[in-house]
T-cell receptor, first 118, second 118 residues
Framework: AQKVTQAQTEISVVEKEDVTLDCVYE???????LFWYKQPPSGELVFLIR??????QNEISGRYSWNFQKSTSSFNFTITASQVVDSAVYFC???????????????FGTGTLLAVQP | DTGVSQDPRHKITKRGQNVTFRCDPI?????LYWYRQTLGQGPEFLTY????????KSRLLSDRFSAERPKGSFSTLEIQRTEQGDSAMYLC????????????????FGPGTRLLVL
């Protein structure tokens, strides 16, 4: 069965601190996709990144970076120099790849609430 | 704005009443997903469509729930005889799946419909 675990329920940091959000996943599939979404108080899930299981390169986008390690089944997310606007719930998600390589349903973790204090 | 839209944004109803939600996906997207999110949890998959075909339904989708996407564009989710346990955020997402070329999909979410059953 597929499962995503986000052990950190809440994290509170002061602005400009770096923060890492942990994500551990379980799957028997050899081809799968991992995602991070941000959910601000308004409720809408905002897509941040997608990574497939064959691409273990780390990625950096501005203040955001992601560390994918298949050996430990982890896909961690780091925000550098956090800002108040980063305050939100962050979800890690896993998707299998069906026949033809297409993904379908997302399996989400329980999310991590990040509070960035000014 | 060409994102995913959902209507209504909020719905309060009495137990036993029927409710219907609407989702308008991103115009060129052929896949449409419904998820349910309860407080403090990640979204859980309910069902999805490719064009007008409903391809998968979760066990969470009881007989009181029905979803349609009659023309492969917008979708409706109806809950009959609502129960207090149906109170949740109902999220819609859409994606574009290509049949050729190995392109993969990312699901883009709407703002959700928050349902409260009294």
């Amino acid at each position: 069965a597929q499962k995503v675990t986000q052990a950190q329920t809440e994290i509170s940091v002061v602005e400009k601190e770096d923060v890492t959000l942990d994500c551990v996943y379980e799957t028997r599939d050899t081809t799968y996709y991992l995602f991070w979404y941000k959910q601000p108080p308004s409720g809408e899930l905002v897509f941040l990144i997608r990574r497939n299981s064959f691409d273990e390169q780390n990625e950096i986008s501005g203040r955001y970076s992601w560390n994918f390690q298949k050996s430990t089944s982890s896909f961690n997310f780091t925000i550098t120099a956090s800002q108040v606007v980063d305050s939100a719930v962050y979800f890690c998600a896993l998707s299998e790849a069906d026949y033809g390589g297409a993904t379908n349903k997302l399996i989400f973790g329980t999310g991590t609430l990040l509070a960035v204090q000014p | 704005d060409t994102g995913v839209s959902q209507d209504p944004r909020h719905k309060i109803t009495k137990r036993g009443q029927n409710v219907t939600f609407r989702c308008d996906p991103i115009s060129e997207h052929n896949r449409l997903y419904w998820y349910r999110q309860t407080l403090g949890q990640g979204p859980e998959f309910l069902t999805y469509f490719q064009n007008e075909a409903q391809l998968e339904k979760s066990r969470l989708l009881s007989d009181r729930f029905s979803a349609e996407r009659p023309k492969g564009s917008f979708s409706t989710l109806e809950i009959q005889r609502t129960e207090q346990g149906d109170s949740a955020m109902y999220l819609c997402a859409s994606s574009l799946i290509w049949n050729r070329g190995g392109k993969q999909e990312t699901q883009y979410f709407g703002p959700g419909t928050r349902l409260l059953v009294l």
